[in-house]
């Protein structure tokens, strides 16, 4: 059974940095595309970042630039590093993790991941 647990949420003022982490178990992160997600409310959930297993990473015009997407394939975990943060970065964050191999062209789309996390929330204040 594939279980992914965000940490590193919180609160951060506006040009801050955060980290966040997505622990895998029952899944081979070295092996697929992994990424993450936001969910603002009363919005939709959105693409942030993939990585796919030929290790080229994918952004949102929107982070480009601020954020960096990563894995540690020993520790089977995925990272998102966000940096010079903006309140319109408020959000809960998920992970998600795919079975698809070999990087796939386009914006990041929730059709690529199979498998979901509970979410970390991230506020961003001015």
């Known amino acids: 059974q594939v279980q992914l647990v965000e940490s590193g949420g919180g609160s951060v003022q506006a040009g801050g940095s955060l980290r966040l982490s997505c622990a895998a178990s029952?899944?081979?992160?070295?092996?697929?595309?992994m990424g993450w997600f936001r969910q603002a409310p009363g919005k939709e959930r959105e693409g942030v970042a993939a990585?796919?297993?030929?290790?080229?990473?994918s952004y949102a015009d929107s982070v480009k630039g601020r954020f960096t997407i990563s894995k540690d394939n020993a520790k089977n975990t995925l990272y998102l590093q966000m940096n010079s943060l903006k309140p319109e970065d408020t959000a809960m964050y998920y992970c998600a993790a795919g079975l698809l191999y070999g990087r796939v062209r386009g914006p990041v789309k929730e059709g690529w991941f199979n498998y979901w996390g509970q979410g970390t929330q991230l506020t961003v204040s001015s």
């Open positions: 029952g899944y081979t992160a070295s092996r697929y595309l």
């Open positions: 990585i796919f297993s030929d290790g080229s990473t």
